[in-house]
């Protein structure tokens, strides 16, 4: 079983609909960290947090530690938000290693 | 600042061959990584450094060596490639503050194939 797992794999959205993409994972963390990924391009860092919720512009960031699980959510969804996100954690005893998810791919329909 | 960078950014290898992928960054990170991405598995991480003159393996070492002799540049060399070693190369960067992992900024990444 990986230590971070999410879903759904694939998503696929009408624009301006609410996304919400889910990550488990089964190692203690002190970081949990989102990525986007465009089509045949590179990887970009949307948040990193450790507790609490984070927000920007469109998008917000949510983790429950207790639970061990954490959400991204896209509000009004557009057709550039298409995507694949990652997830990915580092927990203290890795150091600063980062444990990646498979990722889920986004696809958002005009 | 051009982040970080890296060359070539796509390349053919026969088996065999051997290659250095080059990674270089201008925001004085101290932490620097290399992953590769393939279908189906995600990101792994490959060797990982925490400043100049100190590496050490990631999750999927073997083939590949590095070395970290100043800041700003950390090579990945494949040694003699193996078509299992066809993939997107990606190195990455951050401010390292011990255990506590910094936000990761990655270059555009090196298409790898082997024949």
């Known amino acids: 079983k990986n230590e971070v797992e999410q879903s759904p794999q694939n998503l696929t959205a009408q624009e301006g609909e609410f996304i919400t993409i889910n990550c488990s994972y089964s190692v203690g963390i002190s970081a949990l960290h989102w990525l986007q990924q465009h089509p045949g391009g590179g990887i970009v860092s949307l948040f990193m947090l450790s507790s609490g919720k984070k927000k920007h512009g469109r998008l917000i960031a949510t983790i429950n530690i207790q639970e061990k699980h954490s959400s991204l959510h896209i509000t009004a969804s557009h057709p550039r938000d298409s995507a694949v996100y990652i997830c990915?954690?580092?927990?203290?005893?890795?150091?600063?290693?980062?444990?990646f998810g498979e990722g889920t791919q986004l696809t958002v329909n005009p | 600042n051009a982040g970080v960078t890296q060359t070539p950014k796509f390349q053919v290898l026969k088996t065999g061959q051997s290659m250095t992928l080059q990674c270089a960054q201008d925001m004085n990170h101290e932490y620097m990584s290399w992953y590769r991405q393939d279908p189906g598995m995600g990101l792994r991480l490959i060797h990982y450094s925490v400043g100049a003159g100190i590496t050490d393996q990631g999750e999927v070492p073997n083939g590949y060596n590095v070395s970290r002799s100043t800041t700003e540049d950390f090579p990945l060399r494949l040694l003699s490639a193996a078509p299992s070693q066809t993939s997107v190369y990606f190195c990455?960067?951050?401010?390292?503050?011990?255990?506590?992992?910094?936000?990761?900024?990655f270059g555009p990444g090196t298409r790898l194939l082997v024949l």
């Open positions: 990455a960067s951050s401010y390292y503050r011990g255990p506590v992992q910094e936000t990761q900024y």
């Open positions: 990915a954690v580092s927990n203290r005893a890795s150091g600063s290693r980062l444990t």
